[in-house]
């Protein structure tokens, strides 16, 4: 396949933490048809950077970031981090899910320490005490799972993929299982952890509102086979209030923009 | 019988507490286990006594329970006795059945759960022979082994084979998947996910399977032992004791088998349920 030179178009490539060249998804359906996910998405996160991943449902916004984390491959093109293609998981990345994923036979604190007594890192004990300070489980860290509410498990979660200090956290539509006084509250209080990490983060939701109070940049994918339609920065200082004007312009421009996406889906 | 205890969360019990509890409860009862018995017993009693049912085929509970002290009896003391014996030969025969199945059938359950090749291999292998009831082996297995402790023990495994096989595969395989790729993100490898995720996850399963395993092997010793007991063993005694219409000896061996099946269930699995199944709050993990 020819492709045109793109670092022309992208920059000297060491600026960019995370990289999509031309990458393209399908998927084979049960009965052999293929469904063409990710159609052509070419796209740069810098370090430091917020990124939030909006867009129609089966756009491949997950799926994207599953590459990201080295569970799935491209059917096309590449992703890069720190210039080396992906090519398997590791412990450079973190990732929260949707349904918290907590290893249900270990305490807060075993959760929170898997990754980090895996790896072998010494000397984390300070650390990890003020994670869980940080994330506000402090006083629960002998409890199991299926004691804490939704909220407090996602925050375990959240510690636990922050706990071996990865250079990137991927999280998949993380406060989408929480009631909204909880996402509201956790949003708050995520702001505040990353605030104090300044790590990466790419954040994939279906919700505008959440997209434009974390992120630095709003990645907008277009509906099947997805691209990049436009991307959105958003130079509000944090926390941000949801009845700024500046917040509810840019809020009416990305939400008619992601409508005539999801139209195209819905039909 | 259930008592919910509600504990602070953060204040699980060591394991030897656990069986302390369960066994306490056990012997100590509850009011609510022993009356609804106790009032069988009396009713029974009666209509024993009175000559409402045939005291011949059914003897009232005070006959059987004397018969049964003189079963415990010998010249040589209570360890000595024919009862003892009989119950000692049973229990030797499950465990020796049911450790082996425990052993092998653990292994081969949780690699069919790990390897699709071993998988689809035995599956269609464990999917047939498992309908076949335990006790229709036997014949065969006496051709093969004689009356013997061996074809005992055999059918006693055969038995515990399958729930084993079954559920300890399950339990792998009902593990998510994101459960293996946030543990593979994290840094482990083939081994340690196996070590450290794929057996603590299963681990409910598995231990329903062993208890399915255990009361079903427990079942299938007493019909084996009646065909091909032996001279030994609990199911022999209450066999042969029907050709001397010794229904009181048939009734007090039923009465033993229940209770140290009880025992068995309740007193050494169920502890170990709760502190794995209860403690964690899931039965699976996905």
Known sequence: MNMPNKNAKW?????????????????????????????????????GEFAAFIGPSGCGKSTLLYMVAGFEKPTGGEVRMNGHVIDRPRPDRGIVFQEYVLFPWLTVEGNIRFGVDLQNQPDVDARIEHLIKLV?????????????????????????????????????EPFGSLDAQTKRRMIKDFITVWEETKKTVIFVTHSVEEALLLADKVYLFSARPSRIKQVFSVD??????????????????LLASLDEEVEKMMG | MSEIQIRRAGEPRSLSAEFAAGFGQKVLGGRRFVSPILIVLAVWELSARTGLVNAVLLPPPSAIFRNMGRLFQSDTGFWNSLLVEHIEVSLMRLLAGYGLAAVLCTVLGLLMGVNRRIYAFFDPIVTVIMPIPSLAWVPIVILWLGMSNATIIFVVFLTAMFPIIYNSAAGVRGISKKHLWAAELMGASRRKIFFKVLLPGAMPHVITGHILAVSLAWRALVGAEMLAGAGLGLGYMIFDARTFMDTETVYAGIMVIAVLGLVIEKGVFRPLQRFTIERWGTVRTG
Request: aromatic share 6%; glycine share 8%.
């Open chain 1, 136 to 172: 506000g489980l402090r006083g629960f860290e002998q409890a199991y799972p299926h004691t804490l509410s939704g909220g407090m498990q996602q925050r375990v979660a959240i510690a636990r993929a922050l706990a071996y200090d990865p250079e990137l956290l991927l999280m998949d």
């Open chain 1, 11 to 47: 920059g000297p490539a060491t600026t960019a933490k995370v990289e999509a060249r031309s990458v393209a998804k399908t998927f084979k359906r049960d009965r052999g048809e293929e469904v063409a996910a990710i159609g052509d998405i070419s796209l740069s996160i810098g370090e």
């Open chain 1, 236 to 253: 509000l200082p944090r926390p941000r209030d949801i009845s700024e004007p500046s917040f509810i312009d840019i809020q009416r421009e």
